[in-house]
């Protein structure tokens, strides 16, 4: 388990748990997780801050709403603040894992790419992707001198290096034409079919495709980009939830409102109101 002193289960899952605009990049904790035995986690309510994984033996299932995958070594997964999520391992799993925050680190991930969260990053193991990662955790637990600045240091490294692993993949994807017209037009309306045709690929082969490289369906690609840019404007400005509904592509302000409380357990309104008492 992590090097940290015993918590009951719902106090470690939330241990250091904060929101801080501090600092531009803040590890708030960092650790390795080494089981031998069956386990789940389940978290229902999420943490405050981003929570990245790096799987270094085993393999997990991640399963949050409308969004189920297996993560084998070598993959990273990225979870945003206030998400549920759940996984768990039937044979010995052993991964590192990061929980960050901070005035530059949404800005950051936009930056790498990880547009969509939460998202899972599928890469070949990294010797050196899993040093970078045990020196941020010896340094997190030493908490010597400049501790904090040498932690956003190795984060930053770490974030960059996941990010060029991405774009590696993604310039000799299949679907890299599709993806780069849904991130370019995602507010407007997209057929399936019309993407398969940019690929040259029939809709069926471009799905399966789609799925797996992303763990999404093509519509629920569009539907979370949609979402998170929901939430942004919900979060940054003032405009009505109506107004919002049209500005991410929903004409029908109600469809739009249902959908928002299905995907994330709560309605726009409620959703804007937690973001001002975070703040």
Request: hydrophobic share 35%.
């Amino acid at each position: 388990m992590a090097r940290t002193k015993r918590h009951s289960k719902i106090e470690w899952l939330n241990f250091n748990n904060r929101h801080s605009s501090e600092f531009p990049l803040l590890v708030n904790t960092a650790g390795y997780c080494d089981l031998l035995s069956p386990f789940e986690t389940y978290n229902p309510v999420g943490r405050d801050d981003f929570y990245l994984m790096y799987i270094i033996e085993g393999e997990l299932l991640l399963d949050m709403p409308d969004f189920k995958r297996t993560i084998c070594r070598g993959d990273a997964f990225i979870i945003p603040p206030k998400h549920m999520y759940r996984y768990s391992g039937s044979e010995r799993i052993y991964y590192l894992y990061v929980h960050f925050t901070g005035s530059y680190a949404s800005r950051l991930l936009k930056e790498c790419g990880f547009d969509s969260l939460p998202c899972v990053i599928e890469n070949d193991f990294s010797t050196k992707l899993q040093k970078s990662f045990n020196s941020m955790i010896d340094i997190f637990l030493q908490d010597e001198h400049l501790s904090i600045q040498r932690c956003a240091c190795l984060l930053q490294e770490i974030l960059l290096s996941i990010c060029m692993t991405m774009l590696d993949s993604k310039n000799n994807s299949p679907i890299k034409t599709s993806l780069k017209f849904i991130h370019s037009a995602f507010t407007e309306r997209i057929d399936v079919p019309y993407l398969a045709g940019l690929e040259k690929l029939s809709i069926s082969h471009y799905t399966t495709i789609f799925k797996k490289q992303t763990g999404k369906s093509p519509n629920e690609y569009i539907i979370d980009l949609r979402l998170q840019l929901a939430q942004n404007f919900l979060c940054s400005t003032n405009m009505s939830v109506k107004q919002i509904s049209h500005r991410v592509g929903y004409a029908d302000q109600y469809f739009f409102s249902r959908l928002f409380k299905k995907r994330l357990g709560v309605s726009p309104q409620v959703y804007r109101k937690q973001c001002v008492t975070l703040c």
